[in-house]
């Protein structure tokens, strides 16, 4: 029978297997990062190699500092006019388009609408009708009672008068419309 040699390789053996296995490593996050680089630039080269800018969101600015915003940016504001908006006060960005986000060219045009205020209703003809009848006539318009004026006069007691302003005339959703209400005939 042979013999069998015992050899002491097992701390260079222990060595080389830990650098294999470091060379590997650092091979796969090679790959990775190649892969990565090469991907980003496939997918969007245009970000990457032009001077195009990401358009703000201008949305709810005041119209003076959402056009500084675009002009400093290098894009071209062009108003487009304004829209009743109930929720936002005149001179509100309230629209843009194209939308924030978008990658455009400089000197692109943004149109831009801003907001004319409150839509206004019409103070509705209430003359003639008694107090309560009234008040719910004018909350189902969408304006509400403010100062009520009582005078002598008329048939009837507790019968409106008259409006100010006036039926017809336009008042902001939710704005005071003055009564003129009859105390009745005084003797």
Same mark, same amino acid.
């Given at each position: 029978?042979?013999?069998?040699?015992?050899?002491? =390789?097992?701390?260079?053996?222990?060595?080389?297997?830990?650098?294999?296995?470091l060379?590997?490593?650092?091979?796969?996050?090679?790959?990775f990062?190649?892969?990565?680089?090469i991907?980003?630039?496939?997918?969007?080269p245009?970000?990457?190699?032009? &001077?195009d800018?990401?358009?703000?969101?201008?949305?709810?600015l005041p119209?003076?500092?959402?056009?500084?915003?675009?002009?400093?940016l290098?894009?071209?504001?062009?108003?487009?006019?304004?829209?009743q908006?109930?929720?936002?006060?005149?001179?509100?960005?309230?629209?843009?388009?194209?939308?924030?986000?978008?990658?455009?060219?400089?000197?692109?045009?943004?149109?831009?609408?801003?907001?004319?205020?409150?839509?206004?209703?019409?103070v509705?003809?209430?003359?003639?009708? =008694?107090? =309560?009848q009234?008040i &719910?006539?004018?909350?189902?318009?969408?304006? &509400?009672?403010?100062?009520?004026?009582?005078? =002598?006069?008329?048939?009837e007691?507790?019968v409106?008068?008259?409006?100010?302003?006036?039926?017809?005339?336009?008042?902001?959703?939710?704005?005071?419309?003055?009564?003129?209400?009859?105390?009745?005939?005084?003797?």
């Open positions: 029978m042979r013999a069998r040699r015992h050899t002491s =390789s097992g701390p260079l053996l222990e060595s080389t297997v830990w650098r294999a296995f060379r590997d490593i650092g091979l796969i996050v090679l790959t990062a190649v892969g990565y680089g991907s980003v630039f496939w997918l969007s245009g970000t990457v190699f032009t &001077k800018h990401s358009l703000p969101r201008v949305l709810e119209e003076a500092e959402a056009r500084r915003t675009l002009t400093e290098g894009f071209r504001p062009r108003m487009d006019g304004e829209r908006n109930d929720a936002f006060s005149r001179g509100i960005v309230i629209w843009q388009d194209p939308a924030a986000g978008t990658v455009l060219p400089p000197n692109s045009p943004v149109q831009l609408i801003v907001s004319a205020g409150p839509s206004l209703v019409a509705p003809d209430i003359i003639g009708m =008694s107090l =309560s009234a &719910k006539i004018m909350s189902a318009a969408g304006v &509400k009672v403010g100062s009520v004026d009582t005078v =002598s006069g008329g048939q007691a507790g409106v008068l008259a409006t100010r302003p006036s039926a017809g005339v336009g008042r902001p959703r939710g704005a005071p419309v003055a009564l003129v209400v009859s105390r009745g005939q005084e003797p």
